[in-house]
Nanobody, 115 residues
Framework: EVQLVESGGGLVQPGGSLRLSCAAS????????MSWVRQAPGKGLEWVSA????????YYAESMKGRFTISRDNAKNTVNLQMNSLKPEDTAVYYC????????WGQGTQVTVSS
């Protein structure tokens, strides 16, 4: 089955860290660049970060630069998002997304930043 499955979300205090993972299956993972996208409560989708097929290039939304790090392991078919210095405004459902066509999304993992 072609799918993306996110994990690693949870409740964290402001200033804390979380590491999200996305496990891919059913397709040739290293044929695709990957990204993370989030959706805060009551808001639209917001692009977070992207990584090229081989991990050689990474991209971040301005508000995530210096706090988030995207990485991938093509041997394990996973893409990760290390999130540090988390803020309440980072609270959202985080989705893993395969770039290119056909589009493919995971089910999302909830991240809540609150004291």
């Amino acid at each position: 089955e072609v799918q993306l499955v996110e994990s690693g979300g949870g409740l964290v205090q402001p200033g804390g860290s979380l590491r999200l993972s996305c496990a891919a299956s059913g397709f040739t993972f290293d044929d695709y660049a990957m990204s993370w996208v989030r959706q805060a409560p009551g808001k639209g989708l917001e692009w977070v970060s992207a990584i090229s097929w081989n991990g050689g290039s990474t991209y971040y939304a301005e508000s995530m630069k210096g706090r988030f790090t995207i990485s991938r392991d093509n041997a394990k078919n996973t893409v990760n998002l290390q999130m540090n210095s988390l803020k309440p405004e980072d609270t959202a459902v985080y989705y893993c997304n395969r770039l290119g066509l056909p589009t493919l999304w995971g089910q999302g993992t909830q991240v809540t930043v609150s004291s």
